[in-house]
């Protein structure tokens, strides 16, 4: 797994992983061709997009922010991508990802400069992202070239493997050495645990939380790339409800959203449990016993993340029961 | 001066708006000099901390530092320069390890990575300096505030800092940490670090202190060594006046111990809860102020909390008015009519928010009200009587209580009680952190309090205010009661004793 | 703003603190005198009538959310709620659930019920908040995902089409020529107002967001007050998910209520409620929304597309929040 070392999350990280494992072991068990390839592949590749926002995600809500902006962003991006597509794969997948890094300078911006909370601040630059996104594409859905390699950045191959979640898993790789291996990473964290302590120590706050939101908008408008190279379109109105989507995942992964605490791997795992929860529901329906519409898909993610959340408080309270440690 | 001062500043000036802060402050530290810097409540001291750390510049004047003028704009660059600031509250990141919190911001890299196991080992080399031996590793918030100030120092020394100043470090230590504090502080001399050491208990610059500075309204009143100046010097010195005394008092308790007290209206036995509160029993009376004594982390507080129904007991009964009493909440506690002035005024008193007339009554306002709708006029009634009977300055019962000082803050949370008429008060520390002239007026008032037939329980961590303010003392030592003090057994060698040994009762005091 | 005096020192600000009071009111009014100098037909009957009926719900739900946020809180549900009301309601006097022969009975009991469940999943996110101390947008994020599933589970994600006069008079009808739902607007914005100054409850409202220790301390039932907030936001979210559906005459359970929490916090955010809590405006909230309405209103009037309007609205809420911060810092 990546990037457990240093990391001393009051829930640890393990939970996830343990009930990643149960869930894929109960599909395993349960139905034929759970862990074929196909599947496999299948539940990479589109889960690959929000694996790509729930890290931006992470590292935000680190430093004790938040970023809404996210899903509206990649809407965006994958508009001007779509647009940019017929250049090239290069253009396409440069504007995509340009397009989320202004998106994620604005954010930073409005954060670091104006010192407007996150969650007003991003929630205003979503409005704005999703206007634009509808302004760039006419409120249609913008078809990408198929004359150019733009495509095979969502629905290609590599090794075996599907290229977005390649391009995931290189940037949950890289992610991971930051927040653990780089001061960087680690003023992520003292920010979200004490910002003020943090800028008494003489550490870059605005400096970091300016790199944090423009990296978040940035690894949102890649998704805006891999979505419109998946599905072949710029989809204005899609990415609604991603960034929710993402803090669900975060939170499922063990980050407090009280900042100071967080881990990498764990949003990997947070975002993929949720993901093979729906796919489990989908072979569910297959089997024919019972038959549950796609609405449950929701009902079903909000009660995952009510268990979690409740056990979290659980642990929370215990671990502020412990009494502290003198060392005289 | 057998030697050139380290820092020097001379006629320091800084207005804010139409107010001056500092009207020509002046401070010489030499090297390897542990300075204490003192004054009330806005003499300046803090203003003058801080443009030395660099958050505000200074309007005019002079600062020398190693021999150079010294100008800083951040504390950053205050921190490069050689000069390392411990705060009140520690400024550590409480969720990251005590290694990152003391090598952060000079990190040990290895191929451009962070380097775990050197730093592991710096900070390990640090802490060492000061005999601690911890597990590095773990988060900061592990730890308690003795260690993390500790953390703090070892995070100044691996800076490289010339000059450390702290804060009224000691504020929320016990006297056994404290004494840990004043070893490290002798120690940072021998290595010819200076120290300018702020504080409000007298008895800690005497023992760690080789010279004082005196400041009142923003200028340097006197400055000379510890040893050429005594207590009663230093206190008047700073005040500006001739503070009266009679009989060798030092606080505005009458100290006679003669309230007409009347019937237990509060008693506890074998109160359990936690680590911090294992076997407590007390009472109060009418009438009475019972004291309870004890250091930081005795269980003072926690026994409160359980009285007043912030928290629940484990264990033990308590008794109100002849009968159990179970409070669940601070409500049920308040209806039976007690009262409780929290000693962490910011965080557990006041809304800053609102106004000093909603706060004031913020407890009794259910009570006043018809149907859910409140009685502006009886309140506005209240909140006046209250302002003019204790005193607060203030602009109208309109104005924000967060632009009111802390005397007058705690004043008007002692008419939030009062307006309730309780039959109980609780005091937790009712004069930390007030300037000296607040501090006699509220004693003054919890005596008469008394003498109107008001049962009181005092914690303070004065003794002199306990020794002199009540007629009963309970000393508690690590959660348990181990020494009940009537009348002619209180002073504070005894109170002292219990403290630190248990008192007369080694029965129930452990080794 | 409970208090009615300012103190009579600071702010060193005072441009700022003067826009922090009168920013909204100030803009509001230059739009509408900016209308009547561009907008054809602005000054008319039924101009006001459109702007009053599209900003109704916002402003019912925005209520709610004030109250919520003025204890510190963030209620993200609330669109999810509108949507279950919305999908439940038709259900009861459509016969679904269960016969009921008279239509005026029937009606009732779906208003009744429908706003009752939505006021009880309120409850829900307030209990969260309050007994396990959850954050509030994460305890409400529970029911922003699951509520919507529920409402489409309930309806199996159809139209439900109806055409039932005495229900959709709550959002067709008109009392002395007023519609009803800006009646039940009026009602709604007076009431919460009146309570926020004058009643217990208010106060501790403000109290708890102002230092939730202090005020529990001082005896304020700090948890049932903040379920009280929330189930209150939940019932407004339930009353505003029956007036979209009485006026669309049909209820769609994937539509109902979309993105009504942006509005609602926008409005607040904009009509001068602290975000962290603390101090409340309901006045300011009406004035936030139909300001952000006619911001609005202006730009489709002069063939500006909505999409463009959105990106209006984001400016003029961190223009509102930044002198609310400017003032603040004074």
Redesign the interface.
């Known amino acids: 797994m990546i990037g457990m ?2 990391n ?1 999350g009051l829930m640890g990280s393990y939970g996830v992983v343990v009930a990643l494992m149960l869930v894929i072991l109960f599909g395993w068990l349960r139905y034929d061709n759970f862990l074929s390839p196909f599947n496999v592949m299948s539940v990479l590749r589109y889960n690959s997009m929000f694996a790509l926002v729930a890290l931006g995600m992470c590292f935000v809500i680190m430093t004790e922010g938040i970023d809404l902006s996210v899903g509206a962003n990649a809407a965006m991006s994958s508009v001007v991508a779509a647009h940019a597509s017929h250049y090239g794969l290069v253009p396409g997948l440069a504007a995509g990802v340009g397009a989320g890094l202004v998106v994620g300078l604005l954010n930073g911006l409005i954060v670091t400069r104006l010192k407007i909370m996150p969650f007003i601040a991003t929630l205003a630059t979503m409005l704005a992202a999703g206007g634009m996104a509808l302004l760039l594409s006419g409120n249609q859905s913008i078809p990408v070239s198929y004359a150019t390699s733009f495509t095979w950045l969502g629905q290609g191959n590599l090794f075996g493997l599907p290229v977005p979640a390649l391009i995931a898993a290189v940037a949950y790789v890289i992610g991971s ?1 930051i927040l ?4 960087a990473g ?2 992520v ?2 920010i ?3 910002e ?8 870059p706050v605005e400096r970091t939380l300016m790199v944090t939101y423009i990296a978040c908008g940035g690894l949102a408008g890649l998704a805006g790339v891999i979505l419109a190279a998946q599905f072949g379109a710029g989809q204005p109105i899609e990415g609604k409800g991603w960034e929710l989507f993402a803090i669900a995942s975060v939170v499922v992964g063990g980050t407090l959203l009280t ?3 967080g881990s990498v791997g764990a949003t990997l795992a947070g975002v993929l449990l949720l993901g093979v929860l729906f796919t489990i529901l989908n072979f569910e329906n297959g089997k024919g016993w019972i038959s549950l519409s796609a609405y449950w898909q929701s009902v079903i993610r909000g009660f995952f993340l009510l268990v979690v959340v409740l056990f979290q408080a659980r642990l929370a309270r215990k671990h502020a ?1 412990q ?6 | 001066m057998t030697q050139p001062p380290l820092l020097r500043i001379d006629n320091l000036h800084k207005r804010f ?1 139409g107010t001056v802060a500092l009207d020509g402050a002046e401070i010489e530290v030499a090297p390897g000099e542990v300075h204490a810097l003192v004054g009330q409540n806005g003499a300046g001291k803090s203003t003058l901390i801080k443009i030395l750390t660099g958050f505000i510049p200074g309007d005019d004047g002079e600062i020398t530092f190693e021999g150079a003028p010294f100008s800083v704009g ?3 660059a205050a ?2 320069a050689g000069i390392s ?1 411990i ?1 009140q509250e ?8 005590v290694t ?2 003391i090598c ?2 000079r ?1 040990i890299r290895r191929r ?3 380097d ?1 196991r050197g730093m592991r080992a710096e900070a390990e080399r640090l802490l060492a300096k000061f005999n ?3 597990d590095v ?3 900061l ?7 993390q100030q ?1 953390i703090a120092i070892a ?1 100044a020394i691996g800076f490289s800092a010339r000059l450390v100043i702290m804060d009224e470090p000691t504020s929320s230590l016990d006297e ?2 404290a004494a ?1 504090l004043f070893d490290v502080i002798r120690g940072l001399r021998d290595e010819g670090v200076s120290v300018i050491f702020v504080s409000h208990k007298l008895d800690e610059l005497y023992e760690v202190c080789d010279r004082v500075t005196i400041m009142r309204d923003g200028r340097t009143i006197r400055a000379c060594a510890m040893a050429e100046i005594g207590k009663l010097d230093l206190v008047s010195t700073m005040l500006g006046r001739e503070i009266s005394r009679s009989g060798g008092r030092t606080t505005a308790f009458a100290g006679d111990h003669d309230h007409d007290v009347g019937d237990t209206i509060l008693s506890a036995e074998g109160l359990k809860d ?2 911090h509160v294992r076997d407590v029993h007390f009472s109060v009376r009418k009438g009475e102020i019972v004291g309870f004594a004890g250091l930081l982390g005795a269980g003072r507080t926690e026994t409160a909390k359980l009285v ?1 129904g ?1 928290a629940r007991p484990e264990g033990g009964e308590i008794r109100f008015d002849g009968a159990g009493f179970a409070p669940q ?3 049920d ?3 039976a009519g007690i009262g ?1 002035c ?1 000693e962490d005024r910011k ?9 000093i ?2 706060n004031m009554m ?2 009794l ?2 009570k006043l ?1 018809r149907a ?3 009685d ?1 006029k009886r309140q506005a009634r209240i909140v006046e009587k209250f302002i003019a009977s204790l005193g607060i300055k203030c ?2 019962p ?3 209580i967060r ?1 009111l000082s802390g005397g007058n803050q705690q004043k008007v949370l002692l008419g ?1 009680w009062l307006a309730m008429s309780p039959r109980l008060l609780i005091l937790d520390e009712p004069t930390r952190g007030i300037d000296v002239g607040a501090k006699a007026e509220i004693q003054k008032l919890v005596n008469t309090l008394a003498d109107d037939g008001l049962a009181v329980l005092m914690i303070s961590s004065e003794l002199e205010e306990v020794s002199e303010g009540a007629d009963r003392v309970f000393v508690l030592r690590e959660g348990l009661t181990v020494a009940e003090l009537t009348n002619g057994e209180i002073n504070e060698e005894r109170i002292l004793a219990a403290m630190a040994h248990g008192g007369g009762e080694p029965s129930v005091a452990e080794a | 703003m ?9 702010p ?1 600000r005072p441009i700022y603190a003067f826009l922090d009071r009168y920013a909204t009111l100030i803009v509001l009014v230059l739009l509408i005198l900016l209308n009547i100098a561009i907008t054809p037909n602005f000054l008319s009957v039924q101009t006001l009538n459109v702007n009053l009926t599209q900003v109704c719900t916002i402003v019912i739900v925005a209520v709610g959310m004030t109250l919520v946020i003025a204890t510190g809180g963030i209620d993200l549900s609330v669109g999810s709620l509108m949507a279950i009301a919305g999908a439940l309601a038709p259900m009861i006097f459509m016969g679904k659930i269960f016969g009921i022969e008279h239509v005026g009975l029937a009606v009732g009991l779906a208003i009744i019920l429908s706003v009752a469940v939505a006021g009880a999943l309120g409850a829900f996110n307030g209990w969260l908040v309050a007994t396990f101390h959850i954050q509030p947008i994460v305890a409400t994020l529970v029911l922003f995902i699951a509520g919507r599933g529920i409402a489409q589970v309930m309806t199996n994600g159809n139209l439900q089409v109806f055409s039932v006069p005495e229900f959709q008079f709550i959002g067709l009808g008109r009392i002395l020529g007023l519609p009803f739902q800006v009646i039940i607007m009026a009602v709604v914005v007076v009431w919460a107002a009146w309570m926020l100054r ?4 208010g ?1 501790q409202i ?2 708890i967001g ?2 939730e ?9 700090v948890g049932r007050v903040k379920i009280a907030v929330y189930a209150i936001s939940g019932l407004l979210a339930g009353i505003a998910g029956l007036i979209v559906i009485a006026i669309n005459s049909a209820s769609d359970a994937n539509l109902v209520g979309l993105g009504m929490e942006l509005d609602a916090i926008a409005a607040v955010a904009v009509g001068g409620t ?1 975000l962290s809590g ?2 409340a405006s309901i006045w300011g909230t009406l004035l936030g929304a139909l300001t952000i309405q006619i911001v609005r209103y202006t730009l489709l009037a002069n063939g500006v597309p909505d999409a463009a309007a959105m990106v209006v609205k984001a400016a003029i809420i961190i223009a509102a929040v930044w002198i609310q911060r400017k003032a603040r810092a004074s």
Do not use: C, H
């Open positions: 070392a240093g001393r050495v653990n291996r780089t001061s680690r003023t964290l003292a979200g645990g004490n003020e302590a943090t800028r008494m120590m003489g550490l900042g100071g605490v029961a009494p502290a440690v003198s060392a005289t | 708006g951040s504390p950053q921190q490069a600031t705060y520690i400024n550590l990141v409480p969720t990251l390890s990152e919190n952060l911001g990190e451009g990575l962070l775990w601690m031996s911890i590793s773990r988060p918030s592990d730890f308690s505030t003795a260690t500790m995070r056994r940490e840990v936690g680590a007043f912030a909440t601070p409500a506690a308040i209806n409780f929290t965080v557990e008193g006041i809304v800053p928010d609102m106004s007339a909603e913020l407890a306002m259910p009200a859910g709708i409140l502006e602009a109208g309109g104005q924000k632009e939030r | 409970a208090a009615g005096s300012r103190p009579s020192q600071k060193d004058r009643t217990v409850f106060r403000l109290a102002g230092n220790k202090a005020a529990e301390l001082a005896g304020v039932p602290l603390g101090r």
